[in-house]
T-cell receptor
Framework: QKEVEQNSGPLSVPEGAIASLNCTYS??????FFWYRQYSGKSPELIMSIYSNGDKEDGRFTAQLNKASQYVSLLIRDSQPSDSATYLC????????????FGTGTQLKVEL | EPEVTQTPSHQVTQMGQEVILRCVPI?????FYWYRQILGQKVEFLVS????????KSEIFDDQFSVERPDGSNFTLKIRSTKLEDSAMYFC????????????FGPGTRLTVL
């Protein structure tokens, strides 16, 4: 069973701080990694994708990938109350159908 | 910006009834997916679909489930005889290509089986 693990949280950070979200995965052959944001009762919304080892920055968001350690992270700088949501790590598994395997998500709370 | 749409937003049905959930993927996308999320649980893959056939399906996607692309725009998920445990949010997604391509999700259909 190919697994994606995340700490469910909640992770509480003060407004303006850096939020660090982590994810590990079991399928060593995975090539594509995604962070989605999900507000309560809504659908997953893509935040970032990352495919190569290292860092990828997009505005206040930085995704980090370490394939040797099977580890993906998301940093959110200058956290805002509107960032309060559940962040889902998703891994594209090897195989023919393009299936995404999701973690349980980390609930982030940004406090005023 | 193009987006995936789904109807209805909420469907209530009696146990044993058939339901059809509808999706309109992004117009130039070729790959379509259904996922579900039971309340409080993770998003789970059900099925992927390309070139009018199923590419991959999960253990959840048993004989009571089927998918169809009845025309050039719609993609449907049919549940033949609903069970209480089918109550969940059902998300349709689409992607332009295989491999590393991003999957974009629709707003979901909340299915409630009574």
């Amino acid at each position: 069973q190919k697994e994606v693990e995340q700490n469910s949280g909640p992770l509480s950070v003060p407004e303006g701080a850096i939020a660090s979200l982590n994810c590990t995965y079991s399928d060593r052959g995975s090539q594509s990694f995604f962070w989605y944001r999900q507000y309560s009762g809504k659908s997953p919304e893509l935040i970032m994708s990352i495919y190569s080892n290292g860092d990828k920055e997009d505005g206040r968001f930085t995704a980090q990938l370490n394939k040797a350690s099977q580890y993906v992270s998301l940093l959110i700088r200058d956290s805002q109350p509107s960032d309060s949501a559940t962040y889902l790590c998703a891994v594209h598994n090897t195989g023919g159908g393009n299936k995404l395997t999701f973690g349980t998500g980390t609930q982030l709370k940004v406090e005023l | 910006e193009p987006e995936v749409t789904q109807t209805p937003s909420h469907q209530v049905t009696q146990m044993g009834q058939e339901v059809i959930l509808r999706c309109v993927p992004i117009s130039n996308h070729l790959y379509f997916y259904w996922y579900r999320q039971i309340l409080g649980q993770k998003v789970e893959f059900l099925v992927s679909f390309y070139n009018n056939e199923i590419s991959e399906k999960s253990e959840i996607f048993d004989d009571q489930f089927s998918v169809e692309r009845p025309d050039g725009s719609n993609f449907t998920l049919k549940i033949r005889s609903t069970k209480l445990e089918d109550s969940a949010m059902y998300f349709c997604a689409s992607s332009e290509a295989l491999g590393t391509d991003t999957q974009y999700f629709g707003p979901g259909t909340r299915l409630t089986v009574l």
